[in-house]
């Protein structure tokens, strides 16, 4: 009988997710879109807006507060954060009319290994724009998380959350082509 392991200390990449569409638009048009993380809230799962509290909207450098909320139905049986929290992000590749990324910030405005991209290319009938996420080491907030779990519920918290994650990738996306092509 072999045994599986979850090392939540490893810098390994815990959770990944990444889905494509094509959007009918000029990539110039995505990317202004996407990239102004004030209207997260028209595609977001979770994130219902926010405010730059530091820089120039979207370029590098700058920090967003993002206003996100969760319900009581998401990975039900486990302890994360339910109702309204913020997150601090900060904006690390601003590339316009083809890459937008950033990283979430801890507590001590630190940056953590949790990253998100939109990336833009143009492709026939507009641009194909692609969503991804990248959890390396646990964020402070899932380390607190998945400390307090056994071995099998990490392991089962860690399949759960990375298909929560590819259901909100591609429904953002989905919400962003309705919202740009409207």
């Given at each position: ?172 996306l989905a ?8």
């Amino acid at each position: 009988m072999t045994s599986t392991s979850f090392d939540f200390e490893s810098d390994a990449t815990t959770f990944e997710a990444r889905a494509e569409i094509v959007v009918n638009a000029d990539p110039q048009v995505v990317y202004d879109t996407v990239s102004d993380l004030g209207r997260s809230g028209e595609w977001s799962p979770e994130c219902t807006g926010g405010t730059w509290i530091k820089g120039e909207p979207g370029q590098v450098g700058s920090i967003f507060r993002g206003d996100n909320v969760r319900g009581t139905d998401v990975v039900a049986w486990a302890p994360v954060i339910r109702g309204p929290w913020t997150t601090e992000s900060e904006v690390i590749e601003a590339e316009p009319g083809r890459l937008f990324r950033w990283v979430i910030l801890n507590s001590a405005g630190e940056r953590q290994d949790s990253v998100w991209t939109f990336s833009v290319e143009p492709t026939e009938g507009g641009s194909l724009l692609v969503h991804h996420y990248r959890l390396g080491r646990l964020t402070e907030g899932l380390a607190k998380i998945i400390r307090g779990l056994s071995e099998e519920d990490r392991l089962r918290f860690v399949s759960q959350w990375n298909a929560k994650l590819g259901d909100d990738v591609a429904a953002t996306l989905a919400r962003i082509k309705t919202v740009i092509e409207k």
